[in-house]
C-alpha cells in the first residue's frame, strides 16, 4: 500500500497508507463515535463536503452488504481509520471495505493514530484537512464551499413516488437518508420525495397529508432565501424537521443556529425528553444546533435536551401540528428508542384526515 498523508489546516500532520480512490481530498474533518454501521455512515448525504474520521479502531471486519447503503452515491470527501480490515467476515458480506470506497470515488488513509487525531480536533476544533500521497505544505482554500451546493449537489433533481394504501408524506430531500423513507413506507405511507428547492405551490398542487423535511449537509443559513416557503408549508400541513430539517424550521420561525466546536456524531448521544423525564439513546449527525435563547416561547416549546451539553434537541408548535428533532429516530446505524416519533407522526397525520391549516 501506498503511504499517504493527512495536514489539517492547525499543521498537524498524520501519516498513514492510502485506501480507496487514489486522488487527493481537501474537507472538514469531522469523527464519528459510532462502534459499527460504518456503511450507513459513509453513505450518510449528510458527509457531503467531510472527510470522516472512525473512532472505533477497526473499521471493515463485517464487510459491505447489499442492503444499508443509505444513498447510492457516498458524498463524503474522504475516510481516515485505525486498523483496516481486509478479511471481513459476515454471511451477508459482497465487498471490502476498501473496495467500496475504490468503486465509490472515495478517497481513504488507514493506520492513523485516530485517537490522537480525535483529541487534536476536540482541542482545535473542527478543522480543514487535506488527504494526500505527498506529504507538502498546502494552501488551504480561503473560500468554503456553501451548504446550499452540498445540498444541492445531494438533492434528488426530479420527483419520486412511492405508492401505498395510507396517508400521503412528502419528504423534501435535503439529503435524506433511505432509512427514512423505509420508515415511512413501513407505516404505510405514499411517498413523494421532491427536491429541497420544492415551493409551496409545487407542494401544494400535489396534495399531501403531511411533510418531512430531511436531514442534510452543511450551514442551514445558506438556504435562508427558502425559509419563506418552509414556513408557509409548515403551517399548511402537519410537518416533522429531522436533523437539517430540525434547523430549517426553527430558522423560518426567526430563531438562530450556531456551529458546535466538533459537532454530535454517533450512535449513543443521550437525550432528554422533557414532558417524560426519559432519557433516549440517540443517533446523531450534525455540526450547527439551534440557540436556546432565540427561541421564541410563544411560539415553540422545547421538547428534547442533549443530556451532555443541554443543546436543543425538538421543538413543538403550539399552534400548528409542527414538530423537529435534531436527531435521528430512524437510526441506521444505532438505537432504536425514537423510532416511535415518525409513529406518532403517521398517526397524527391519520388522525387529522383531510384538515388543513390556512396560511396566516
Known sequence: MEQGYLTLETGEVFEGVLIGAKQDSLGEVVFNTSMTGYQEIITDPSYAGQIITFCYPIIGNYGINAMDDESINPALLGVIIGDLCETPSHYQSINKFSEKLKSAGVPGIAGVDTRLLVKTIRSRGTVKGFLSKSNVEKEFLSTKETAQAWVEKVS?????????????????????????LNALLEENCAVTIVPFNTSFEKIKALAPDGVLLSNGPG??????????????????????????????????????T????????????????????????????????????????TIFDVTYRNVNDKSIEGLKHHHYPIQTVQFHPEAHPGPSDTAHILTEFVSQITSLGETVYAVK
Open 258 to 297: 450556531e456551529k458546535l466546536a466538533y459537532g454530535h456524531r454517533g450512535g449513543n448521544h443521550p437525550v432528554k425528553e422533557l414532558m417524560t423525564g426519559k432519557v433516549k439513546i440517540t443517533a446523531q449527525n450534525h455540526g450547527y444546533v439551534v440557540v436556546d435563547e432565540s427561541i421564541d416561547s
Open 156 to 180: 434528488t433533481k426530479k420527483i419520486q413516488f412511492f405508492k401505498n394504501n395510507g396517508p400521503h408524506v412528502v419528504l423534501m430531500d435535503f439529503g435524506y437518508k433511505k432509512s427514512i
Open 219 to 256: 450551514d442551514p443559513m445558506e438556504l435562508k432565501q427558502w425559509f419563506p416557503e418552509i414556513k408557509k408549508i409548515t403551517r399548511y400541513y402537519p410537518t416533522l424537521g429531522i436533523c437539517l430539517g430540525h434547523q430549517l424550521i426553527a430558522l423560518s420561525y426567526g430563531a438562530k
